[in-house]
């Protein structure tokens, strides 16, 4: 079981950059698959980012490829995910989730925790 708690969301100017933390519980975090997602009102939610326990591996959506970094630290127990370059598009609420798998899915389906929720508004 792990319990995870975003923050680092809020309003930016186009072209700005936020970087946003998801803190975990749990002992075992390093062993986690973590990826990034986000849900703007009206649209499905969207896979952002992930990185993989076991390899470190990234996979980011083409949506964000260049501009959005993620990174781990696992003696912190915290995912993070540097957005550079934001566009009003961009406009959502993120949150993270975590699977014991150490592929990427983008699939929301395929994640077993979520945090619950950050909100990242970027005006033009």
């Known amino acids: 079981q792990v319990q995870l708690v975003e923050s680092g969301g809020g309003l930016v100017q186009a072209g700005g950059s936020l970087r946003l933390s998801c803190a975990a519980s749990?002992?075992?975090?390093?062993?986690?698959?973590m990826g990034w997602f986000r849900q703007a009102p009206g649209l499905e939610r969207e896979f952002v980012a992930g990185?993989?326990?076991?390899?470190?591996?990234?996979a980011y959506a083409d949506s964000v490829k260049g501009r959005f970094t993620i990174s781990r630290d696992n003696a912190k127990n915290t995912v993070y995910l540097q957005m550079n370059s934001l566009k009003p598009e961009d406009t959502a609420v993120y949150y993270c989730a975590a699977r014991t798998a150490s592929n990427i899915p983008t699939r929301g389906e395929s994640y077993d925790y979520w945090g619950q929720g950050t909100q990242v508004t970027v005006s033009s």
């Open positions: 749990g002992r075992t975090f390093s062993r986690y698959t």
């Open positions: 990185i993989s326990w076991s390899t470190g591996r990234t």
